[in-house]
């Protein structure tokens, strides 16, 4: 009986344990989640730091689902990605700044990709061309803009 108990909460550490990084911003209190970074007048850096049990399908829905509330928030309707979802040789070190008051993200590089963070530079457009781009994608009808 003590073997089943005690096999059973190993397996419950284990799945508990390793759950993939839910989506949630990046900060001091969350070791992983998404950032971004405006590089221009409508081109951002979008970042997904997920943990060893977030597999690239969810990295990429996360980057996607913060690619059009970024598109949203700034008021555009329409987004492109211009690079693609990839893994990258930069990751982000947390910080607090000099007094305290913001944290900031520093960007570090590391030697071989890291198979946890994903990221992806889209445009934000605010008018779709007549002949639709096939490329184009609606931010307002993205799964998450409809609390999925």
Do not use: W
């Amino acid at each position: 009986m003590n073997r089943i108990a005690i096999s059973l909460v190993a397996s419950l550490v284990c799945v508990l344990g390793c759950r993939a990084t839910p989506y949630q911003r990046l900060g001091t209190d969350s070791p992983g989640g998404y950032s971004d970074k405006n590089l221009g007048e409508d081109m951002f850096l979008i970042r997904f730091a997920g943990n060893a049990s977030t597999n690239d399908a969810t990295l990429c829905r996360y980057l996607y689902r913060r690619a059009a509330e970024v598109t949203l928030k700034n008021g555009y309707p329409y987004f492109k990605v211009v690079r693609p979802p990839q893994h990258t040789t930069e990751v982000l070190e947390i910080y607090a700044n000099e007094d305290q008051a913001k944290e900031m993200l520093r960007p570090t590089r590391i030697d071989q990709p890291d198979p946890s963070t994903m990221v992806m530079t889209i445009r934000c457009i605010r008018q779709a061309p007549e002949d639709h781009d096939a490329d184009l994608i609606d931010a307002r009808q993205c799964p998450s803009q409809h609390g999925q």
